[in-house]
């Protein structure tokens, strides 16, 4: 049954894209060769990237594919519009979101810490390349046992996501978060622990609004819910 769904896969490749495509459906077996033909569909970037030349730092971490990239305007539009001057970013990595957070604190004379337990030289570098180092403090930290007591607007969350540690982080820090601030956290699509995690710290409470974007891993993004008083 496997070898007559490929063959008939590869025999819809080539009457749709031709000899290429027909190969490749082959190869990859039905299942591998619709996700790479949905890929064109889903994000023809990847086979035009944009001219980098004539793009700023901040867009070239737009227009640059990665785990996260195509949150990045909704992490940097949300901290620029609301104007949410303190940020906290929990993992930091290779400095994707850093940036696009960075940048926004630029804007509107914020500041961002990010924590991570492991070395960030590839954000660091991506930090210094942007120009942004006035506006960031790096921490090499556990961050729940981070010192931690000062207001946040926006927590940025993308660091194990393992439940447990994900719930503690929530209890640890999402009280600190002010009225007007949000919570936003990433791979609640590809890691579901995360969302779970989510799910059971906010499950019954009527104080929070969470809104789930499912592409590019998953963002959640979480905020106060007004009162109807």
Known sequence: M???????????????????????ALVLGPTQYR?????????PMLEAPPDRSVLSPLERGFATCSDIYAHLPTLYRITRDRNLRR????????????VALLSAAREIGGHVTSVDLEPCPDAEARVRGAGLE??????????LALDWE??????F???????????QELR????????????????TTSRPE?????????????????????HNNGLALIERAKSKD
Do not use: K
């Not at 006035?134 to 961050?143: C, E, H, I, V, Y």
């Open 35 to 43: 996700a790479f033909e949905m890929a064109r569909v889903v994000e």
């Open 157 to 167: 969350i993308d660091t194990s996501h393992e439940y447990d540690h994900t719930v």
């Open 2 to 24: 496997a070898l007559i769904a490929r063959l008939q896969e590869t025999a819809r490749a080539a009457r749709t894209h031709g000899f290429g495509a027909a190969l490749a």
């Open 172 to 187: 640890r820090f999402e009280p600190l978060v002010s009225p007007a601030g949000v919570i936003t956290m990433h791979d």
């Open 87 to 98: 940020v906290l970013e929990l993992g930091t990595r290779t400095g994707e979101s850093t």
């Open 194 to 214: 995360v969302w779970r995690a989510i799910e059971d710290h906010f499950r019954g409470r009527r104080d929070a609004r969470i809104f789930r974007y499912y």
């Open 134 to 143: 006035a506006f960031w403090t790096f921490l090499r930290a556990d961050d």
């Open 150 to 155: 000062e207001p946040i607007d926006h927590l």
